[in-house]
Nanobody, 120 residues
Framework: QVQLVESGGGLVQPGGSLRLSCAASGSIFSNNDMGWYRQTPGKQRELVAVITSGGSTRYADSVKGRFTISRDNAKNTVYLQMNSLNSEDTAVYYC??????????????WGQGTQVTVSS
């Protein structure tokens, strides 16, 4: 069992910045990907950014150059630095951990979500 707890969401003005954090706890295998997804009303949850245990990153086209994902393996924590925020970034952001274990299907774990609202 893995638990993920997000923090850092809130209300920010257009052009502003926020930093999201997600702390993982429980039975965490070293080989895992951690990422951020977001969901708005009427749309499916979409990948924002992901980072592997080795540090490789991948971003959605809509956030490239504005968002930066990072992780602290010692703290089992992933971060999402969001800059130049605009109204299209308004969503509930979910932390995800994908545990990769040899000989079995990967396990997905999700945080409860944190609201990010970009508005003046």
């Amino acid at each position: 069992q893995v638990q993920l707890v997000e923090s850092g969401g809130g209300l920010v003005q257009p052009g502003g910045s926020l930093r999201l954090s997600c702390a993982a706890s429980g039975s965490i295998f070293s080989n895992n990907d951690m990422g951020w997804y977001r969901q708005t009303p009427g749309k499916q949850r979409e990948l924002v950014a992901v980072i592997t245990s080795g540090g490789s990153t991948r971003y959605a086209d809509s956030v490239k150059g504005r968002f930066t994902i990072s992780r602290d393996n010692a703290k089992n924590t992933v971060y999402l630095q969001m800059n130049s925020l605009n109204s299209e970034d308004t969503a509930v952001y979910y932390c995800n951990l994908k545990s990769i274990v040899a000989g079995t299907q990967p396990d997905d774990y999700w945080g409860q979500g944190t609201q990010v609202t970009v508005s003046s």
